[in-house]
């Protein structure tokens, strides 16, 4: 059996890490569809060579085990708004553990939570060693459409950068909404339920005004919804991750423009 793979409870936050990871990072909306994004396309966000630092949280408490989790999120290249990333996350079997509790999947039978992370580990390209359980890996490169006007990811149209998919626009307002089937038969709906009209969103010493757009998940063994939270000039500053269980994991990113 391919250790790299089936190490379980390393598989099981594993999901969660890829679907928090799916898109990093940036304000008039001239398109026509829900999935076109017009607007500039050479941002001082998406320079090459931008990381973006995370912070995870689960839970409402502090845990230690979370201490071992190194991250970095960086800019590959840039190509007409078209950004590639690579993620690089480092991590233990304790944190693995800590996330399994405090979200709930260790009630979640395993064969069910298997099959589910060789989907997640294909869908996105990533790869998992857990050859040092001191030292589990998971990298993953991805690309996202990102300017001026909003965000746009490509994981649901099986890497297709012809074929976008939005995750916000900052021009929507609270209840815009749209649904679609993405290329691997799931059903999700994105729908804005937030929009700040002031500047009430935290983000390490600063708050700022964003935007958040829910988008539900039909058939997924183990998530039910992700929040996604933006910023017209900062980008993907927050995202949260609810699980089946109704339990959430946060992610915090600070872009490097913030200043």
């Given at each position: 059996m391919n250790n790299r793979l089936f190490f379980k409870p390393t598989g099981k936050v594993a999901s969660i890490l890829l679907l928090l990871l799916l898109i990093i990072v940036s304000c008039s909306d001239n398109?026509?569809?829900p999935n076109d994004i017009g607007g500039d396309v050479v941002l001082e966000l998406t320079?090459?060579?931008?990381?973006?630092?995370?912070?995870?949280r689960v839970g409402d408490s502090y845990d230690p085990r979370?201490?071992?989790f190194k991250d970095s999120t960086f800019v590959l290249s840039r190509d007409n708004g078209i950004v590639t990333f690579r993620g690089r996350y480092t991590f233990d079997s304790a944190f693995v553990r800590a996330v399994d509790t405090i979200l709930g999947l260790h009630t979640i039978p395993d064969p069910i939570k298997r099959v589910a992370i060789d989907t997640y580990l294909s869908r996105y390209g990533a790869?998992?060693?857990?050859?040092d359980k001191k030292?589990?890996?998971l990298t993953v490169d991805f690309k996202a459409k990102i300017t001026s006007d909003g965000i746009a990811e490509f994981f649901s149209s099986k890497g297709d950068v012809n074929r976008p998919r939005t995750v916000f626009k900052y021009a929507w307002n609270i209840g815009d909404s749209y649904s679609f089937k993405d290329d691997y038969g799931i059903e999700k709906t994105r729908k804005v339920i937030a929009k700040s009209t002031i500047d009430d969103f935290p983000v390490a010493f600063w708050?700022?005004?964003v935007i958040q757009v829910e988008e539900t998940i039909v058939d997924d063994p183990l998530i039910s919804s992700v929040k996604y939270i933006g910023n017209h000039k900062f980008g993907l500053v927050g995202l949260n991750v609810v699980s089946k269980n109704n339990k959430?994991?946060?992610l915090t990113v600070f872009p490097p423009t913030l200043r």
């Open positions: 398109a026509v569809g320079e090459p060579g931008n990381d973006f630092p995370i912070s995870l979370f201490d071992s790869v998992l060693d857990t050859t030292n589990i890996k708050n700022i005004k959430t994991m946060k």
